[in-house]
């Protein structure tokens, strides 16, 4: 009944696009067949592949990065009290600023390659995950900590047997919607100063007026940040058996 819904949803949208395009009957709102037709074209002459994987190194990376800058900073924080209140008024007034603001900077600093597209992105996903995973230890019950204090004293044990399982259904959770946040970044970090990757692929096919490129780039990082969704939910469902899943 879902593959039947979603197929139907995909049905309704086709139909409706191929509709629009029929009124609006311009040369930049091409219709469905021709801009898979567009997107076959780009997929033999080897550009899109080429650019797709640009793009899908530079969130996977991105994601690695700031995950393991948010475990390694967030559960000390979460984690003493003491911690907590020295620093966590400094990432508060941190999260809210627009670290896109600093593309310019960043790309002076490490030049228009992968670089500087990789730090923009941690940077913000970083943020996301900081503030959930230490709100995660935080809220961890109290009487949990007890318990496995009476079992062992080391902080070792604790993080592994305790902080760490109890936390990882909230760290899915939050990578899910940062990728999300990830494909958005990824996009404009793209079109500006950038001669590779998806987001220059699209920018570069529309200059071109080459309009069923364009479109086929778009259906290319949209099933991108889907599949990259997937993953993480299917992981979600193979590690937290407790949690509810009824759907991948």
């Known amino acids: 009944m879902k593959v039947k819904s979603k197929i139907f949803v995909f049905l309704i949208f086709f139909i409706f696009w191929q509709i629009l395009s029929l009124l609006v009957d311009k ?22 592949l080429k650019h797709a ?3 899908l190194m530079r969130i996977v990376l991105s994601l690695l990065i700031s995950l393991l800058f948010a475990l390694a900073i967030g559960i000390p924080i979460g984690y003493k009290e003491e911690v907590y209140q020295l620093l966590y008024p400094l990432v508060s007034s941190l999260y809210p600023i627009p670290k896109v603001v600093f593309l310019p900077v960043l790309v002076l600093f490490f030049g228009l390659g992968n670089l500087s597209k990789i730090v923009l992105i ?11 995973i230490i ?7 109290r009487d949990l900590y007890i318990s ?12 592994i047997n305790l902080i760490l399982p109890y936390i990882i259904p909230d760290i899915l959770t939050a990578l899910r919607i940062c990728i999300g946040t990830a494909i958005s970044v990824l996009f404009f970090s793209e079109t ?10 699209i920018l570069d ?18 099933l991108l940040g889907l599949i990259l969704y997937k993953l993480v939910l299917l992981i979600e469902k193979n590690t937290c058996h407790w949690k509810s899943q009824k759907s991948v």
């Open 27 to 48: 040369a930049f709102l091409p219709s469905p067949l021709a801009t898979l037709d567009g997107l076959i074209t780009a997929i033999e002459k080897g550009l899109i």
């Open 192 to 201: 500006f100063a950038s001669f590779d990757g998806l987001g220059y692929f």
């Open 122 to 132: 941690s940077s913000i996903i970083f943020f996301q995950l900081l503030l959930v």
């Open 53 to 55: 994987l640009i793009s």
């Open 205 to 222: 096919t529309m200059g071109r007026r080459e309009y069923e490129q364009m479109y086929g780039g778009i259906i290319v990082m949209s």
């Open 135 to 141: 709100d995660s230890v935080r809220n961890l019950p």
């Open 148 to 159: 496995m204090y009476s079992l062992s004293q080391s902080f070792k044990d604790i993080l």
